[in-house]
């Protein structure tokens, strides 16, 4: 049971900050007592040499009072309990130090916890002989009061003071030097008895670096939380900031060479620390792992720290991050050496925001690749965590292929670059934040391309100045995709069996349905892989059936694919792709997904911003011309991959036709469809009976399209008249004779016989008699050709192989009396090459030359062969049968080649 405890004659009031041992000390001096008188009367168990473990009684009662001393100590003194226990570094552990469980001794491996004390002789002088706790703190090194770094030790004795409490045999002596003699075996001392006050300190000026750095400190450990520079935005508790400076000291102290610490702590300060303290016995101590420990010396701490709060005073973590990489390059002059998770060998519980300084620091050295995984463009750059190194969830939520939209911004190189641009920016968002490696992530999203390839794309982004703002863009998206729920499983869409997609029979209804042209099979095969692309998000060489050998077709024919795109055919293959999904069992999933673009709002991207053009402007000029993409790109200022990612976005409404075209691309039935439904033509044609000559009438849809447009709805037509006799009947033998030997044309033949053109046909099929092709030399005036130079000269009979052959020969005899082709060519108001032309193939005709060619002093002149054909030309010309059959020619040609004739001089 223990004595009841007394109160204190005279009671001592604690000086703000005295430690305990100071304040017992000062209690003893006042009482006339030993200090193991004053213990006992405050009930302290008596003790052996260092303390006693067995019974928990610490060797120093300044580092922990147990609770039952505690107590004793405030009823007797009248101090609060609070006060009491404050005077003990039990009131910084977890703060700036660490007790080991039991309270008897300080962790010296942690927090750079340390013994004994450090002292500041005019502190000593002004409160005679009072001490404060803080000096026993291993982040003390200087007095901000009376600007000057802490003394060491005793300047006598070269010993640290208060490793051990004092003589309880002795009344105490405040401010001179308390340890014991070295003797044990003499008589009880109050130990050297040297005046402390007088101890030599080095002085600094006011504003000193080392003194801003003292008070950062101590306000870090009084208010238990670290808010100033980087950890302003992410503030950390005491110990963690402690931590940090710790870290980053300990590097300057272990690893700086001497020269490189001069340069970057204060040099007054680094000088004192490479020079050892005459008299002191700290120097071996501090080459024993320096900077693990806390540094033996005060200059050692101030010259480290000092530097290390200079690194994290600046409130922006990548500007933290370069001052921090001078210490980097001081340590190692190659950085490549210096990975992301070597700051883990600086020690314990670091918090993310030194971390984050130092991957800042390290930045300018990373690979592109590395720069995303650690997302050191980010106000806060972490090393992924362990959880982060499955990456199939997120590759659930990135198709193989980029978003569309999303990849023409990151697009502003040649071609070629962007066909494996799309597949290197999905493989790049895998790393992110993850350990994932580049072929790995080119293999969850399906293998189509490879770690290299991705690496390569990723350099030369790298190497683009707008690369911040790229990684930015990669970056805002993980986080949104990483935070949101996707309507999209693109790990399934790459599942799926596509080789039921678009078949043949299925898109030629959707052509006829929208009235365009199915064209060659090439278009139906880029359309289907399109399609592939869009709903699967892979690439389209993963079609099935896509052959390597095809591949540099599929790009010229995927060019043109937007442009051949309209609003109808995208809402067609749009239906046919929901009935695809719908068909493989998904119902609840959009056909496409873009994340929102809003991510990308105030950054400078290498591509082109889609929503600055005008496309109602752009859908005009894709229109027009030859190369429209080409020229739509130079004329927007634009790349063509950008137009034609809009196109594809929003494609271009058809051209306006003429007829004819229209008729050809099918969209003449598209319009007829439109106009006249299929329950109306069914109305008209079968419940009503009317005609389709009368429905034509009604509709204004010509006969020749209403016909396959019965076909087209199932609606079965009426047989028409069979006897071909009530319009007159054509004997085989006169049509024969006529159509195939005298070579009349049908039209001919069916005015002579009073009948239409298209009956005279039908007897024609009937007859089995072969229908010449259509085109000029089926017309009538090409027909008769030979049965008319029968009755031309003999001479004329080669060159008359056309209609325009008396075209040529009537120029041909007007050239003849001018002095040379180019006056002829004047007169004649035609191209001089246009009748040199002419007449080079009258000789070719005709075989031989015709005139020899006018030279310097000697006009042209005509050959004897040229005279006799100019002269029979001539008789020929003035028989008006042959000039009838001449002037004839000119209807053979096109109104638009005859307007061309007229204008060149040009003949056939």
């Known amino acids: 049971m223990r004595p009841r405890i007394r109160t204190l004659p005279l009671r001592v009031q604690p000086l703000p900050g005295e430690a305990f041992d100071s304040w017992l000390e000062t209690s003893a001096v006042r009482h006339h007592a030993t200090l193991g008188e004053i213990q006992r009367h405050l009930g302290f168990p008596s003790r052996s040499g260092a303390g006693d473990r067995t019974r928990g009684i610490p060797p120093d009662w300044t580092i922990a009072l147990p609770a039952p001393e505690a107590a004793a100590v405030a009823h007797a003194s009248g101090l609060p309990l609070g006060k009491v226990m404050s005077m003990t570094l039990a009131h910084y552990d977890g703060r700036a130090l660490h007790i080991t469980a039991d309270g008897l001794h300080v962790k010296r491996g942690r927090l750079w916890g340390r013994s004994g004390s450090r002292f500041c002789p005019d502190c000593l002088a002004a409160s005679t ?36 409490p004092r003589s309880g045999k002795l009344v105490p002596r405040p401010g001179f030097c308390g340890n014991p003699p070295a003797r044990t075996d003499g008589p009880p001392s109050a130990g050297c008895g040297f005046d402390l006050t007088q101890t030599p300190t080095f002085r600094l000026p006011e504003g000193h670096p080392a003194l801003l750095a003292q008070d950062r400190v101590l306000v870090i450990i009084d208010s238990g939380t670290a808010s100033f520079g980087p950890y302003a935005a992410h503030p950390q508790p005491a110990r963690t900031a402690l931590n940090d400076i710790r870290a980053i000291s300990g590097r300057v102290l272990a690893a ?42 005060a200059v050692s701490t ?23 990489r001078e210490l980097l390059l001081a340590m190692h002059p190659d ?38 995984r650690f997302r050191t463009i980010t106000a806060l750059p972490s090393c992924p965590s362990t959880a982060s190194r499955a990456g199939g969830q997120r590759a659930r939520k990135i198709p193989s292929t980029f978003w569309p939209s999303w990849a023409m911004r990151f697009s502003a190189s040649p071609e070629g670059f962007h066909n494996v641009l799309p597949m290197a920016l999905s493989a790049s968002l895998l790393v992110i934040n993850s350990w ?60 799926l069996d596509y080789t039921c997609l678009l078949p043949h029979e299925r898109w030629l209804e959707i052509c006829r349905s929208i009235g365009t042209q199915p064209g060659n099979g090439r278009r139906e095969w880029v359309v289907r892989r399109r399609l592939f692309q869009r709903i699967s998000g892979l690439p389209a060489q993963a079609s099935p059936g896509f052959d390597e050998d095809e591949e540099a077709h599929f790009r010229v024919e995927a060019a043109r694919f937007p442009v051949f795109l309209t609003p109808e055919l995208a809402e067609a293959l749009n239906d046919e792709a929901r009935a695809f999904l719908l068909a493989q069992h998904i119902r609840n999933e959009p056909v496409v997904w873009q994340p929102p673009a809003r991510l990308l709002d105030g950054l400078d991207l290498p591509g082109p911003d889609p929503t600055t053009i005008d496309i109602p402007h752009l859908h005009c000029l894709i229109r027009q011309g030859k190369h429209p993409v080409r020229r739509t790109a130079q004329t927007l200022g634009t790349s063509t991959p950008v137009v034609r990612g809009i196109l594809e976005e929003n494609p271009a409404p058809a051209a ?80 024969h004779e006529q159509y195939v030997v005298r070579r009349r044309t049908l ?42 130079a029968d009755h031309a000269p003999a001479i004329l009979r080669k060159a008359l192989t056309s209609p325009y052959a008396w075209q040529r020969l009537e120029r041909f005899a007007a050239a003849a009396p001018h002095p040379s082709l180019y006056q002829a060519a004047r007169v004649r108001r035609i191209t001089p090459a246009a009748l040199m032309k002419q007449i080079q193939r009258l000789e070719n005709d005709l075989g031989q030359q015709l005139l020899e060619r006018a030279e310097r002093g000697h006009p042209m002149k005509l050959t004897a062969f040229g005279q006799k054909v100019a002269a029979a030309a001539r008789e020929a010309l003035a028989d008006p049968d042959q000039n009838c059959f001449a002037q004839a020619g000119e209807g053979l040609l096109p109104s638009r080649q005859r307007e061309r004739r007229v204008i060149t001089g040009e003949g056939g």
């Open 302 to 324: 101030a010259a480290a720290v000092t530097f290390t709060l200079s690194v994290l005073a600046h409130r922006d973590i990548h500007r933290s991050g370069s001052a921090m």
């Open 656 to 735: 306006a036709l003429t007829e004819a075209a229209a008729r050809s691309t099918g969209r003449v039935r598209y319009a007829a469809r439109q106009q006249l439904s299929r329950s109306d033509f069914d109305r008209l044609y079968q419940s009503e009976h009317l005609s389709l000559a009368r429905i034509a009438e009604l509709t204004g849809i010509s006969r020749t399209v209403l016909t396959p447009l019965a076909h087209e709805y199932g609606i079965p037509l009426r047989d028409g008249p069979q006897d071909y006799t009530r319009r007159g009947t054509v004997e085989r033998d006169w049509l």
């Open 747 to 788: 039209a001919d033949l069916a005015r002579e016989r009073g009948m239409s053109h298209a009956h005279m046909e039908r007897w024609a099929h009937r007859h089995n008699i072969p229908i010449r092709p259509r085109g000029g030399v089926s017309h009538d005036s090409a027909l008769r050709l030979a049965e008319q």
């Open 436 to 495: 994932v490696r580049l072929d790995a992530a080119a293999e969850l999203l399906g293998s189509h391309t490879d770690g290299p390839a991705v690496g390569r794309i990723q350099h030369k982004l790298g190497q683009d100045p707008r690369w911040p703002d790229v990684q930015t863009a990669l970056i805002r998206l993980t986080n949104y995709l990483d935070a949101h729920d996707i309507p999209i499983d693109y790990s399934r869409r790459r599942r």
């Open 129 to 164: 002989g009072r001490w404060q706790p803080t000096w026993r703190l291993g982040w003390t090194f200087a007095c901000p009061t009376h600007r000057c770094l802490l003394a060491d030790c005793c300047p006598n004795c070269g010993r640290i003071q208060r490793l051990q």
């Open 256 to 297: 700086l060479p001497p020269h490189s610490l001069v340069d970057l702590a204060p040099p007054d300060l680094a000088e004192r620390h490479l020079v050892p303290e005459p008299g002191c016995h700290l120097a071996h101590r501090a080459a024993v792992r320096p900077g693990y420990m806390s540094p033996a010396r």
């Open 335 to 372: 950085l490549h050496q210096v990975t992301a998770t070597s700051i883990d060998s600086w020690g314990r519980g670091l918090s993310p925001v030194l971390k984050a300084v130092h991957l800042a620091a390290l930045a300018p050295s990373f690979t592109p690749l590395e720069q995303l």
